[in-house]
Nanobody, 121 residues
Framework: QVQLVESGGGLVQAGGSLRLSCAASERTFSMGWFRQAPGKEREFAAAISWSRDRIYYAASVKGRFTISRDNGKNTVYLQMNSLKPEDTALYYC?????????????????WGQGTQVTVSS
């Protein structure tokens, strides 16, 4: 069982930046970030493969968010710039050991507890 621990959430003003981190207890192939706002379904934000040759972003965050990973530390990061109030959500780290990468909830077996990001206007 892979354990995922997120950190880095918080309260920021619109236009500001935050960096989320997620440390995995062991190596995984794909790692990603999803988010869920109150009353809404969990949605994909970004994902990255082990070799970093495949990186995907949701249209809503492309150009503002950057996903990266440090395989030596089994850690994935999400740099979030130009934050908007609509980015407010609980952000979840996700990971999977299968040699593929996806943008759906069902593509990931392991999940963190979530870290809250709140963007004020």
């Amino acid at each position: 069982q892979v354990q995922l621990v997120e950190s880095g959430g918080g309260l920021v003003q619109a236009g500001g930046s935050l960096r989320l981190s997620c440390a995995a207890s062991e190596r995984t192939f794909s790692m990603g970030w999803f988010r869920q706002a109150p009353g809404k379904e969990r949605e994909f934000a970004a994902a990255i493969s082990w070799s970093r040759d495949r990186i995907y972003y949701a249209a809503s965050v492309k150009g503002r968010f950057t996903i990266s990973r440090d395989n030596g530390k089994n850690t994935v990061y999400l740099q979030m710039n130009s934050l908007k109030p609509e980015d407010t959500a609980l952000y979840y780290c996700a990971a999977d050991k299968r040699p593929r990468i996806g943008v759906s909830v069902i593509d990931y077996e392991y999940w963190g507890q979530g870290t809250q990001v709140t963007v004020s206007s």
